[in-house]
């Protein structure tokens, strides 16, 4: 197998099978703004489940909700986005054209620069010769962009509100509410997957950085005197991960390569051990179950000048893109303190605070936020999986099984009516459950290879012996073996396939 895909490779792939393409393309597509079709959807349905059976399950006492993108002007006041979520702009007075000035950077001179000032970016920019992309002038001057999008709600006098940046402050302006429906029990998690909106400078690498897309974010509200307990939840400890190593370039330690670092090192470090628990899982999610290789992930730790505006700690998730050359941020790991909940308190005049029964002291939560770009997780799952396989001449789109957008294509393998009448008996069957193809047109070689490129982890035929001794095959995309098995017990074979909880050899009799 070998990687080949270069990120006009990738869009072009993802655009060519009905993945993904811009948005309102018949128009001239906007910038920024995308589209999936129904295979994109699929898969991207599938990544929502697959992360809200696993961070749901990490509490008790997580749920998912949904809110609006509309929010007013105040909560993001409160929030501080309104003041501190801005970018470098960098304008060239020559074209009128305007770049992201620190991602110019980090692209031609692979150096991150978050924590230089405007006038330090501009300096860079021009020592270094990195000219307008349009005219190749000198750009004459770098200031901060705010990258809310205003709205003007109402006719005519409306007032401007805002869609979110984040769905994180769904979560925060619905905690209060949450907390008393949930019988108040802490800790209290409360996820969104959803649209947040960016005014971004240059949206660039479809997915990766667009105007509109979608996040998942899990937002853990927690008693902070709790922060360092042993017990993690009712059943879970620290000591059940203490020894896990996490690969982590740390803030003072930017030249050299990234170590492996125990869990329980990091305490020494000085991070909380609730906030390393989660690093913990977040790293067995992207590991384990999106199996992302070890080698092409990372946790990078952001200096006081580089983190978000509400992080006391912040470690960003990385994924080695090779499509990029590059290290890419995927998600992070924020331990926000009190800082949205206290501001919308401040503002909205609500009290936000709530009872602690072993002290009977109030407080306000803090908030442990478990942050996913949706979208660009998405992206990096076919970048990751998407194998060309010299062998077949073809691409293998290796998605793990629960993951691909569908589990099975049905091949009717002769063409004659008992035979297709028996392949679409099976078809109606593992329809009701899961996303599956029919599919009679075609050599069979070309169906195979369809499917292989689509990600379908099975195909199952109808072959000449199969009506004789009740069976189909099925075949494994990965490897190309194949085993039959009894059509009664297909559907139990099937799931336990899809789940992986049985190995593919021992499913069935090897052909
Ligand atoms: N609630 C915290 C938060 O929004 P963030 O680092 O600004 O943190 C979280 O965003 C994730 O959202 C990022 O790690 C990235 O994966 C994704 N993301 C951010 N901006 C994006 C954009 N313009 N297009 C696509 N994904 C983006």
Request: glycine letters at 4%; aromatic letters at 12%; charged letters at 30%.
């Amino acid at each position: 197998m070998e990687k080949k895909e270069n990120n006009e490779e990738l869009l072009a792939f993802l655009k060519r099978k009905g993945f993904v393409y811009q948005g309102s393309e018949i128009y001239g597509g906007l910038a920024g703004i995308w589209e999936f079709g129904h295979l994109g959807k699929l898969m991207k349905n599938n990544l929502e489940n697959v992360w809200k059976n696993y961070f749901l399950s990490l509490g008790d006492e997580f749920y998912e909700i949904e809110g609006s993108i509309i929010m007013p002007k105040n909560v993001f006041v409160a929030s501080g986005h309104l003041d501190n979520f801005d970018d470098p702009l960098a304008e060239c007075f020559k074209c009128g054209n305007t770049e992201r000035a620190d991602k110019i950077i980090e692209e031609k001179l692979k150096i991150r620069v978050e924590s230089s000032t405007d006038k330090e970016l501009l300096k860079i920019l021009n020592d270094n010769k990195l000219y307008c992309s349009k005219c190749k002038s000198k750009f004459e001057k770098v200031s901060r962009f705010n990258m809310m999008f205003p709205i003007n709600f109402g006719p005519k006098e409306g007032s401007t509100v805002y869609l979110r940046p984040e769905t994180a402050q769904t979560p925060y302006l619905n905690f209060k509410t949450q907390y008393e429906l949930l019988r108040k029990k802490m800790p209290l998690g409360l996820a969104v997957i959803g649209k947040a909106f960016r005014n971004e400078i240059s949206p660039k690498h479809s997915l990766i950085r667009c105007r509109e897309f979608e996040q998942a974010e899990l937002q853990i509200f927690f008693n902070p005197r709790e922060i360092n307990n042993e017990q993690i939840t009712d059943t879970n400890t620290f000591s059940e991960i203490k020894n896990e190593k996490l690969k982590i370039i740390l803030k003072d330690e930017r030249n050299k390569p990234e170590k492996e670092i125990s869990a329980s090192k990091l305490l020494d470090y000085g991070l909380p051990k609730y906030y390393v628990y989660h690093m913990v899982k977040v790293q067995e999610y992207i590991l384990q179950i999106l199996k992302i290789p070890k080698e092409k992930f990372r946790f990078y730790e952001l200096n006081d000048q580089e983190k978000a505006f509400y992080n006391k700690n912040h470690f960003d998730m990385e994924y080695y893109s090779e499509s990029l050359n590059d290290w890419v941020e995927i998600g992070g790991v924020h331990y926000r303190t009190d800082h949205d909940l206290g501001g919308h308190q401040k503002i909205s005049q609500v009290n936000l605070s709530v009872l602690d029964e072993k002290t009977n002291e109030k407080y306000i939560p803090h908030v442990l936020e478990l942050s996913f770009g949706h979208w660009r997780n998405f992206y990096f799952l076919i970048e990751e999986h998407l194998k060309f396989d010299k062998k077949r001449e073809n691409n293998i789109l290796m998605l793990p099984p629960k993951i691909a957008p569908l589990k099975a294509a049905i091949f009717p393998m002769i063409k004659q009516p008992e035979y297709e009448d028996y392949a679409r008996r099976i078809f109606n069957e593992l329809k009701k459950e899961w996303n599956i193809a029919y599919d009679k047109s075609g050599s069979i070689g070309r169906r195979y290879a369809r499917n292989d490129e689509i990600g379908t982890p099975f195909c199952i035929t109808i072959d000449q012996d199969s009506i004789k001794n009740k069976d189909v095959t099925i075949r494994n995309r990965d490897n190309t073996k194949q085993i039959r098995v009894k059509s009664s017990e297909l559907k139990d074979i099937f799931k336990k396939l899809i789940n992986e909880e049985i190995e593919f050899e021992k499913a069935g009799k090897l052909i």
